[in-house]
C-alpha cells in the first residue's frame, strides 16, 4: 500500500505565512518536534514564512529549532516533567501573532493554547488545519492503570468529546496513516482529513552505515544477531512487553544480544531488569545511524504511536522490524515480508516472531532488502510536498481576499481589530 496519491509535489507557498501552534517545538527531541521542524525548514526554503508559538524551558534546548519561535507558557505535566502543558498565550505572543497577519493557522495540539488558536482564527476568518500526532486517547490506558481512581471509559469518553468539538471546527485534520483517519471516522470526526505521512532521509539512514568496529565497540561480536529499540523509554511504548521478549530469549537459550537507545523515566527499571543489555542513553547523527545498520532485528511493541518515526528509520537502515499491529506500523510494516506485526500487548507472539528471525539469517536477509525497499517510499520531500499540496487546496478554494484577509492596509487593519 503506497501512502501517496497523484498530488503533486512541491505545490507553491512562497508568500505564504503559516502560523504554526505545538505542544513541542524545541525542548524535547521526540518524533513529533522533529517532524515540525522538518516541515518549517521544507516551507521556509521555498518561500513560506513560519511563526512557531510552543512550550520552552529555562533548559538548554534539545534541538537547535527552525524557524521564529514565540514561547508559550507552560507549566510541566505532572510525573512527567519532560512534558510541557501550555497555558495559554501571552500578551506579547498575541501581539505577535496580529502583526504576523498568517493566512493559515496550523495548529498540530489541540491543548488549550491550540483552543485559543482555533477561536482567534475563526473569529477573523483565517482558515485553520491541524495535524493529528499524538494518540491520546491509548496514552490514556496508561494514565488509568497507574492512576487506578480513574476509568478508563469516562476518560475516553471525554477525550473523544472534546476531539470531535476540536476537530470538526477545522477545515482539514492530517492524520499520519489511513488506520488513524478510520479511527477518527468512527468517532463522529469525518470532516477533511487527509493522510499525511512522515518520511525518512534514507541517505543518513542506511544500510551503509553498519559499522564492524561500533558493534565492538559496544560488546557485539561479529556472529551477534542483535536485537534493538530505539525510542523513548517510557511505558506508554509497552517496553514492558520489550522486556519480557529479551528475558524469554534468555531463558529459552536462544543466543542473542540486545540494544537499548534512548532514555526516559523507565530506564532505571529496565537496566535493572536486562543487565545483559547495552543502554547506549540517546544518539544522535552518525552515532545514531551506525546503532540502527548495525542492529539486525527491530523490537518496537508500542500500540501508542500515530505514525513510527523510528520504525521507518530502522526500516530503511535495513531492519526487519516486528511491531504492534496498531496505527503507526500497519502503515509501514508488510506482514511476512519487511518484518512481522504482533497482536498488541501479546508477548507470545511478539516472541515467536522474533525468535524466528534470529535463527533464521536467510530471512533476515529477505527480509532487509524488502524493509530498505518499503522505506524509499517515504522520501522526506514528498512527504513535505504532499502537506504543501493539502495547504494549496485551502487557499485555492477562498476568494483573494479571504485567503489572505490580512494583506491590508494598516487603518484597514485596525478597523477589523477593533470589529472583531
Known amino acids: 500500500m503506497s501512502p501517496f496519491t497523484d498530488i503533486p509535489v512541491h505545490a507553491p507557498v512562497a508568500g505564504r505565512r503559516i502560523a504554526l501552534f505545538a505542544g513541542a517545538y524545541n525542548h524535547i527531541s521526540d518524533g513529533v518536534a522533529l517532524t515540525l521542524n522538518r516541515l518549517v525548514r521544507y516551507l521556509e526554503s521555498r518561500g513560506a514564512k513560519v511563526l512557531i508559538f510552543a512550550p520552552t524551558t529555562n533548559r538548554p534546548p534539545a534541538l537547535d529549532h527552525n524557524g521564529t519561535l514565540i514561547s508559550v507558557p ?8 519532560d512534558y510541557r502543558l501550555s497555558v495559554g498565550i501571552s500578551r506579547k505572543g498575541w501581539s505577535r501573532l496580529e502583526a504576523f497577519a498568517p493566512n493559515l493557522v496550523h495548529i498540530a495540539t489541540p491543548d ?13 476568518q483565517i482558515p485553520v488545519v491541524s495535524s493529528f500526532h499524538t494518540h491520546f486517547t491509548a496514552y490514556l490506558k496508561y494514565f488509568a492503570e497507574y492512576n487506578p481512581l480513574y476509568r478508563i471509559d469516562f476518560l475516553e469518553n471525554t477525550a473523544w468529546r472534546y476531539g470531535r468539538w476540536f476537530y470538526t471546527q477545522v477545515e482539514h485534520i492530517y492524520v499520519p496513516s489511513p488506520s488513524i483517519g478510520d479511527e477518527l471516522r468512527s468517532h ?3 470532516n477533511g482529513i487527509r493522510v499525511w505521512a512522515r518520511g525518512v532521509d534514507a541517505e543518513r539512514f542506511s544500510p551503509a552505515h553498519r559499522c564492524q568496529e561500533w558493534r565492538l565497540t559496544h560488546g557485539f561480536a561479529d556472529r551477534d544477531v542483535v536485537v534493538s529499540y530505539v525510542g523513548r523509554l517510557v511505558w506508554e511504548k509497552n ?13 529459552a537459550g536462544i543466543a542473542h544480544k540486545s540494544l537499548v537507545v534512548g532514555d526516559g523515566p523507565a530506564r532505571d527499571t529496565l537496566t ?25 532485528v527491530f523490537l518496537f511493541p508500542s500500540d501508542t504511536e500515530t505514525f513510527g518515526n523510528v520504525t521507518l528509520e ?3 537502515s535495513g531492519l526487519p522490524a516486528v511491531c504492534a499491529n496498531a496505527s503507526g506500523s500497519d502503515l509501514l510494516v508488510l506482514d511476512g515480508k519487511t518484518g512481522y506485526l504482533a497482536p498488541p500487548r501479546n508477548t507470545a507472539a511478539f516472541l515467536e516472531h522474533v525468535s524466528r528471525l534470529i535463527s533464521d539469517h536467510l530471512l533476515r536477509e529477505t527480509f532487509s532488502r524488502a524493509a530498505r525497499e518499503r522505506a524509499m517510499a517515504f522520501e522526506w520531500n514528498n512527504i513535505m510536498g504532499h502537506l504543501a499540496s493539502y495547504y494549496q487546496e485551502i487557499w485555492a478554494d477562498r476568494p483573494d481576499d479571504q485567503a489572505d484577509p490580512f494583506h491590508l492596509s494598516s487603518a484597514e487593519r485596525r478597523i477589523r481589530k477593533a470589529v472583531a
Open 74 to 81: 507552560s507549566i510541566p505535566v505532572p510525573g512527567r516533567s
Open 112 to 124: 488549550y493554547t491550540g483552543a485559543q488558536a482555533l477561536k482567534w482564527a475563526k473569529s477573523r
Open 188 to 190: 463522529g470526526i469525518t
Open 239 to 251: 517496553l514492558a512487553i520489550f522486556a519480557e521478549v529479551i528475558e524469554k530469549l534468555s531463558a
Open 272 to 296: 535493572g531488569r536486562l543487565q545483559d543489555t547495552v543502554f547506549t542513553g540517546p544518539l544522535e547523527g552518525t552515532e545514531l545511524a551506525a546503532a540502527y545498520a548495525s542492529s539486525d
Open 314 to 316: 530502522a526500516m530503511a
